[in-house]
């Protein structure tokens, strides 16, 4: 069986391509929060062959899934319509669906220890030779309003007699296809510094109680500087979002995870030794 999805508005149906479970790229329907998902449903037996059924339903499942509880999936979406009524069918039959204005109110998300994800599910009930289950996944994106506030970030950090530096990021909101500019300024090198490099770091915190995981990861990677700063040198920093695989912030899905991003500032000396400070930074979504 097949399911091929229209847009509402007789629109394109927007698409996004992701990496799958199995880590290659998969193209998907995108939709958002109260867009009407319809479409029709393709049936075919084989050549010759009748179906007898008891009924062919359709839903839409939102789903939250904790990778180390696979038995404990969480439904927040769940709608269902019936297709078809119980009978038979000998050749291809294809329906149409529609479900109006869908509550859609979690993004997509594959992460380290949990996943959100949406799908039509397919079900042909029948009473003898199984039932037959189709899913058919989907992504939603979810657009943010633009922050009205939106101020720098401007800190001064060091190590006592051996290291003092000031650093300045002009925003500490930052869109999907933003780009984070700043500057490093060093009041006291005392230290043989080899290079310095701004990291994005994502954070992951999922579960809860004694059977809360969280993992960190480091999305990308920015040399900076390479050798040795002076005394009152500044360092302009200038990163792109758009090449890296970025979300945005997600606070409390579901009371079942959150994501949060930090840009974090390592400086390594001729020793290896690695000096760092982090600052958290809040990701949205501007467009689709």
Known sequence: MTVDLT???GEAQRVASVKSDRGNLETL???TDKETIAGHVHLSPAPGKQIDHLGVKIEVLGQTELYFDRGDAHDFVSLVR???????????????????????????????????????RVTVSRGYGGTVVSDFPFLVRLV?????????????????DCLHIEFEYAKAKYHLKDVVVGKIFFLLVRIKIKHMELE?????????????????????KYEVMDGAPVRGESVPVRLFLAPYDLTPTYKNVANRFSVKYYLNLVLVDEEDRRYFK??????FRETL
């Not at 943010?144 to 006592?160: Q, R």
């Not at 994005?200 to 990308?220: D, F, L, M, P, V």
């Open 278 to 283: 982090q600052q958290e930074i809040t990701v």
């Open 29 to 31: 329907p995108v939709f």
């Open 82 to 120: 019936e297709l078809v009524n119980p009978g038979e069918f000998n050749g291809p039959l294809s329906v149409p669906f529609e479900f109006k204005s869908v509550a859609l109110p979690h993004e997509s998300y594959r992460g380290i220890n949990v996943r959100v994800r949406y799908v039509l």
């Open 144 to 160: 943010d309003e633009p922050p009205s506030i939106n101020t720098g970030i401007k800190m001064e950090v060091g190590i006592e």
């Open 7 to 9: 847009h509402a508005l």
């Open 200 to 220: 994005i770091r994502r954070r992951e915190s999922a579960g809860g109680g004694t059977n809360t995981y969280n993992e960190s990861e480091t999305i990308a």
